[in-house]
């Protein structure tokens, strides 16, 4: 029992750890997954809304340690998947330099683009297919630009991570990106073999990224003429999320609560019209508006003797809430509450347990607290495959 508890923290350490390579050693890493998803609504299978084969993931890593202190770090996203407008394309995930703090055991400087270190985005290993609830929720991005302290605490006691970041994710550009950092902490302790606690905290002052596309100019409600600016953000953020994590034997069960809030603010002219309904001049109107939302998210998972299997659930919940007048009401369209199921078999695992050709299938359904919404119901089959290979220092 002790040894299996051991495997679970061994590839859960693997995940988080940076591979361990000589100075002079370079490391080529390769991660696909090549997947079928069929979606309807009521689980009409044959009168599916999409029916997709996709490559949605096809990373490309190139790792160098320079020297023991100093590693660096590239990964790009080569995938083919018509979810995207750009449809097949290429995107940067991951490149930044990795520095030992001098005289701190196991604590690193990092600067680039990087692990976003909120909540279970950034250790969240896909055994269950589907995306993290925070970044499933866009409550934040992957992956960002910024430089964090980060690392391990004295005698396993767990992890610490501090960072500064741009904020906005690493799909934006131009004046999309922000100009109020984001200021983020992130504490993981184990104090007992099995039992993993911790939260996570952001801020961030303003984002405007995510309204790239949001309707901007000349409007017309009724007899009236609006002209709305293209000055929207999200100002106040504010992101926790508390965590833990119990593993005994062959079974897993991990729980995540996430709070998130932000203020819309936005700007518009309105145009004023005299009794004569001729345009006099207009008015500069200021506005803001509240959200909050709390999610909760629940992954049982399971695995066979032998490690060939895992068998996993998943229960999540999403409530969000705005600002309507004096009150903060729940918009029922957006809220919702999510389960299922499935299970991954592994032909081939590689070291430390880590996943190398697997087999994976998951049964999700969403449904809506507006009851006049039906169920979306989503089928997931996928072949994922990972490999790698360690290029050593050339002999002079």
């Not at 610490?160 to 983020?184: H, I």
Request: glycine letters at 8%.
């Amino acid at each position: 029992m002790h040894k299996r508890i051991f495997v679970i923290f061994a590839v859960a350490l693997a995940a988080t750890t940076i591979f361990a390579l000589e100075p002079g050693e370079t490391e080529f890493e390769h991660n696909g997954w090549y997947r079928y998803t069929n979606q309807s609504s009521g689980l009409k299978l044959t009168q599916p809304s999409v029916s997709r084969f996709a490559l949605e993931r096809g990373y490309i890593r190139l790792s160098h340690r320079w020297s023991p202190p100093f590693f660096t770090k590239m990964t790009v996203d080569i995938f083919s998947s018509d979810k995207y407008p750009e449809g097949a394309t290429v995107r940067l995930k991951e490149a930044y330099a990795d520095l030992a703090l001098p005289l701190i055991k196991d604590l690193n400087l990092t600067a680039g683009l990087q692990k976003h270190y909120f909540g279970l985005i950034y250790s969240w290993d896909y055994t269950h297919p589907e995306k993290s609830l925070a970044d499933d929720q866009s409550v934040c991005a992957s992956a960002d630009y910024g430089v964090t302290i980060n690392g391990f605490l004295p005698s396993g006691l767990g992890e610490l991570q501090l960072g500064v970041y741009n904020g906005e994710g690493y799909k934006y550009a131009g004046k999309y990106v922000n100009t109020s950092p984001e200021l983020l902490g992130n504490l993981r302790l184990t104090p007992l073999a099995g039992i993993t606690i911790g939260a996570s905290v952001f801020t961030n002052a303003r984002d405007e990224s995510p309204y790239k596309n949001d309707k901007k100019g000349r409007t017309t409600v009724g007899t009236d003429i609006y002209y709305m600016n293209a000055d929207t953000s999200n100002k106040n953020r504010l992101g926790f999320a508390p965590m833990a994590k119990l593993a005994y034997g062959p079974i897993s069960v991990t729980l995540e609560y996430i709070g998130y809030n932000y203020t819309r603010w936005f700007s518009y002219y309105k145009i004023n019209r005299d009794s004569a309904g001729q345009i006099i001049d207009s008015t500069l109107v200021e506005k803001t508006k509240k959200y909050q939302m709390a999610g909760l998210d629940v992954l049982p998972i399971v695995t066979i003797p032998g490690r060939k299997v895992e068998i996993f659930g998943r229960f999540s919940m999403w409530n969000r809430k705005e600002e309507h007048g004096d009150a903060m009401e729940l918009n029922k369209d957006k809220s919702f509450i999510r389960y299922g199921g499935g299970f991954n078999y592994h032909f081939i695992r590689r070291e430390k347990g880590k996943p190398g050709l697997e087999f994976q299938f998951a049964w999700i359904r969403t449904q809506p607290k507006n009851s006049d919404i039906k169920p979306t119901d989503v089928l997931l089959a996928q072949v994922r495959f990972e490999w790698s290979t360690i290029v050593a220092k050339p002999q002079l």
